[in-house]
């Protein structure tokens, strides 16, 4: 992997041949990660903790830093391990690591051992590296402390507390007296408790409106599934989900799919991208999986071949914060082969009920305020994207099963205020 990056005059190699090293500005010294045997197997990973370099840690190398005539020599491989947090090549090194969805968790991560997920590792490199060459003299271009897109992102999992008869029996069986079950089952989508959506479109249009940087926001929605975990499956062409989906077009949000639970396993997410198109008469270009699960290459590789250009996964359920080590979209880079890919991949920094879950983080109002109030930081100091993922029916305020937080709008409302009132300039 020797060569010369450009970035506007900047020369930055990549080489341990002293030869070479004094044409570039900055080198950086290969541990021979990339050419290891062990590529691929845990063997090729470090133990925590990690080695730091002025307080930032990484995977592979040493730390010491020296001049060769002009050229800055890093001999602590950065390269290599902003790789493996951007690839989640650790996940592919960890086969045996799963939960029992399937998923890779935060705790497993060498960023959450080593008290970086909620700080983005890979930016704090470009950070650091920033400042070196500051330091010797070089012009090099700094952040504006300002977001270069806010995702506002709902999972569409249940959109209607009532689905029909089955409502009906649900509520008859409660004991809520048949007049009321016959009055939930039939009354109009606006009126069900988890019709939360028109609290979203105007928070979320109000962010458009009133943030200073570019605000966009996204609905996904499920279009097949046959797991329990994909209960309730709704028809997109029933009356009730048609005028949703009219509903969330009209209001100029985009929809995207929300693959089943087993659709990156099991070759779906073609089949079900096609019959949302098929439903709403636009093509879908944005991915979020159901539960976060599937981030494997193969599921990706779906992606890509589908047609889906942008993911919102990746993200852990069990832990807010920087996944991918880095708070900008990146391309994903195929762990397995090296390959870097057309498809993007957008960090998702919080999903509401990663907060509140007692499985999860188990926060209070409080404590998630902060937290989050963190995270929007570290991605606005490195003029990063910030990604939320808020439920539709996280945020009902009726009494119904679901409701069992009602502070997750509060804190919607709390962060939306917050970055509605950033001025780029503080
Ligand atoms: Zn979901």
Redesign the pocket.
């Given at each position: 992997m020797k060569g010369t990056v450009s970035q506007t005059s900047l020369k930055v190699g990549y080489t341990a041949d002293p030869d070479r090293i004094e044409q570039y500005d900055i080198v950086f010294v290969p541990s021979g990660f990339f050419a290891s045997d062990a590529y691929g197997k845990k063997e090729s990973l470090p133990t925590s903790p990690l080695p730091k370099i002025e307080g930032i840690p990484f995977l592979f190398g040493s730390d010491l830093i020296e001049k060769k005539g002009s050229t800055i020599v890093i001999h602590a491989d950065l390269p290599a391990s902003a790789f493996c947090f951007l690839s989640r090549y650790e996940e592919l090194c960890h086969p045996e690591l799963r939960d029992e969805h399937g998923r890779f968790n935060a705790r497993w991560s060498l960023l959450t051992k080593n008290g970086f997920l909620a700080k983005p590792l890979v930016d704090a490199y470009t950070a650091f590296i920033r400042k070196l060459l500051q330091e010797t003299g070089r012009q090099m271009p700094t952040n504006q402390g300002k977001l270069s897109k806010l995702w506002l992102t709902h999972?569409v999992?249940v959109p209607f507390y009532c689905q029909g008869f089955r409502s009906f029996a649900r509520e008859a069986l409660k004991g809520s007296g048949l007049k009321k079950a016959l009055r939930l089952a039939l009354q109009k989508a606006e009126a069900d408790p988890y019709y939360t959506f028109r609290y979203f479109f105007d928070t979320d249009s109000r962010a458009i409106s009133l943030c200073t940087f570019p605000v966009e926001g996204i609905y996904?929605f499920?279009a097949g599934g046959n797991s329990i975990h994909d209960k309730p499956v709704y028809s997109l062409e029933s009356k009730r989900m048609r005028h949703l989906l009219y509903a969330v077009q009209n209001e100029g949000f985009q929809i995207g799919l929300?693959g089943s639970y087993s659709s990156g396993k099991t070759g779906k997410i073609s089949k079900e991208k096609k019959l949302l198109e098929k439903a709403i008469k636009e093509n879908i270009y944005s991915f979020?999986?159901?539960?976060?699960r599937a981030c494997e290459p193969s599921c990706f590789t779906q992606l890509e071949n589908s047609g889906i250009t942008d993911d919102f996964t990746m993200g852990y359920a069990d832990m807010a914060g920087f996944r991918l080590g880095t708070c900008r979209p990146v391309r994903w880079i195929n762990p397995s082969s090296g390959h870097l890919t057309s498809l993007l991949l957008h960090p998702l920094a919080i999903m509401d009920t990663t907060l509140f879950q007692t499985s999860y983080m188990g926060l209070s109002f409080d404590k998630a305020k902060d937290y989050c109030l963190q995270l929007v930081e570290q991605a606005r100091l490195h003029d990063g994207e910030l990604c939320l993922l808020w439920?539709n029916s996280n945020i009902s305020v009726q009494a119904c099963p679901g409701n069992q937080r009602p502070w997750i709008r509060d804190l919607y409302t709390f962060i939306i205020d917050h970055l509605c009132d950033i001025d780029p300039r503080n």
């Amino acid at each position: 992997m020797k060569g010369t990056v450009s970035q506007t005059s900047l020369k930055v190699g990549y080489t341990a041949d002293p030869d070479r090293i004094e044409q570039y500005d900055i080198v950086f010294v290969p541990s021979g990660f990339f050419a290891s045997d062990a590529y691929g197997k845990k063997e090729s990973l470090p133990t925590s903790p990690l080695p730091k370099i002025e307080g930032i840690p990484f995977l592979f190398g040493s730390d010491l830093i020296e001049k060769k005539g002009s050229t800055i020599v890093i001999h602590a491989d950065l390269p290599a391990s902003a790789f493996c947090f951007l690839s989640r090549y650790e996940e592919l090194c960890h086969p045996e690591l799963r939960d029992e969805h399937g998923r890779f968790n935060a705790r497993w991560s060498l960023l959450t051992k080593n008290g970086f997920l909620a700080k983005p590792l890979v930016d704090a490199y470009t950070a650091f590296i920033r400042k070196l060459l500051q330091e010797t003299g070089r012009q090099m271009p700094t952040n504006q402390g300002k977001l270069s897109k806010l995702w506002l992102t709902h999972d569409v999992d249940v959109p209607f507390y009532c689905q029909g008869f089955r409502s009906f029996a649900r509520e008859a069986l409660k004991g809520s007296g048949l007049k009321k079950a016959l009055r939930l089952a039939l009354q109009k989508a606006e009126a069900d408790p988890y019709y939360t959506f028109r609290y979203f479109f105007d928070t979320d249009s109000r962010a458009i409106s009133l943030c200073t940087f570019p605000v966009e926001g996204i609905y996904f929605f499920k279009a097949g599934g046959n797991s329990i975990h994909d209960k309730p499956v709704y028809s997109l062409e029933s009356k009730r989900m048609r005028h949703l989906l009219y509903a969330v077009q009209n209001e100029g949000f985009q929809i995207g799919l929300h693959g089943s639970y087993s659709s990156g396993k099991t070759g779906k997410i073609s089949k079900e991208k096609k019959l949302l198109e098929k439903a709403i008469k636009e093509n879908i270009y944005s991915f979020r999986q159901h539960f976060l699960r599937a981030c494997e290459p193969s599921c990706f590789t779906q992606l890509e071949n589908s047609g889906i250009t942008d993911d919102f996964t990746m993200g852990y359920a069990d832990m807010a914060g920087f996944r991918l080590g880095t708070c900008r979209p990146v391309r994903w880079i195929n762990p397995s082969s090296g390959h870097l890919t057309s498809l993007l991949l957008h960090p998702l920094a919080i999903m509401d009920t990663t907060l509140f879950q007692t499985s999860y983080m188990g926060l209070s109002f409080d404590k998630a305020k902060d937290y989050c109030l963190q995270l929007v930081e570290q991605a606005r100091l490195h003029d990063g994207e910030l990604c939320l993922l808020w439920h539709n029916s996280n945020i009902s305020v009726q009494a119904c099963p679901g409701n069992q937080r009602p502070w997750i709008r509060d804190l919607y409302t709390f962060i939306i205020d917050h970055l509605c009132d950033i001025d780029p300039r503080n």
